[in-house]
């Protein structure tokens, strides 16, 4: 029987076999280190590299620089010792994006607004535009109006008199070939242009995985359409209906592509100078 079995192991504990850890610190600029070699003692301005290894470059009170090699337990901070490693890479900055994908202007003042006007039909395809769009139509200067409804937009324009400088941008739901919305959208004039979708409401223009469904229901012709919808979802009432798509969307991405086309067309037209 050994001298370790009968009485234990009697090397336990001792200093010879433990060694206390040395924790390791990241040497981030002005921080103040000893070397606990030479007793110098200064702030953390930069590093080099050799083939001895990579050293770190510390300035004292006076100005004076020297290199130290990064060693394991080679520094000391408030008199324990440090082992010092180089920083990690800061990641790079990431410009921030608004809704709508466009870098965001930070510090923004608010802009003198325009002459020339977006027009939409409704207060829920303003609300969609200013939920996506409404950083870059505040960076333009930009105004949206709804017209309550397509059947005033005639009267909107006599009123309104577009012109060099006074464009107009209308957005139009279900902009399809036939439908009485091209009829009362035709031959406006060189300073109205006239975008749109081909659904039926702003609604469907919410990506269906943007709300978590399939697909969006059918409506029967003759039918409202957003009551039908909301019935068929288990929605509630429209009104509920409208809070859960307008929550739904957080940016583009939750858009489908027609509207996101023909939203962009119009922010050029209206701010394309003349």
Avoid at 190 to 216: C, E, K, S
């Amino acid at each position: 029987m050994s001298a370790r079995d009968s009485y234990g192991d009697i090397y336990s504990g001792h200093g010879r076999t433990e060694k206390t850890p040395v924790p390791a610190v990241s040497a981030e600029r002005d921080l103040v280190v000893e070397d606990a070699a030479s007793g110098f003692c200064g702030a953390v301005v930069g590093f080099d590299r050799s083939y001895d290894g990579e050293f770190v470059k510390l300035e004292d009170a006076r100005g004076v620089v020297r290199l130290f090699a990064m060693r394991e337990a080679a520094f000391l901070i408030d008199g324990k010792p440090v082992t010092l490693t180089k920083p990690a890479p800061a990641a790079p900055k990431q410009q921030a994006r608004s809704a709508s994908g466009s870098t965001r202007v930070e510090g923004l003042r608010a802009r003198v607004a325009r002459t020339s006007r977006i027009w939409v039909e409704g207060v829920h395809d303003a609300a969609l535009v200013e939920r996506v769009w409404g950083h870059d139509l505040r960076v333009e200067g930009v105004v949206v109006e709804h017209l309550e409804g397509l059947d005033n937009l005639g009267a909107r324009l006599t009123e309104f008199e577009p012109g060099p400088g006074a464009r107009v941008g209308v957005l139009v739901d279900h902009l399809v070939s036939g439908s009485k919305e091209t009829h009362l959208t035709t031959g406006l004039g060189p300073h109205v242009l006239v975008t749109g979708h081909p659904y039926i409401d702003v609604w469907q223009a919410v990506r269906p995985a943007a709300l978590g469904i399939d697909a969006w229901p059918t409506v029967p012709r003759g039918e409202d359409w957003k009551s039908g919808i909301c019935a068929r979802l288990g929605w509630g009432t429209p009104q509920q209906g409208w809070r859960r798509v307008y929550d739904a969307v957080d940016s583009f991405r939750d858009l489908e592509a027609p509207l996101i086309g023909a939203v962009e067309r119009l922010i050029d037209f209206v701010t394309e100078p003349e």
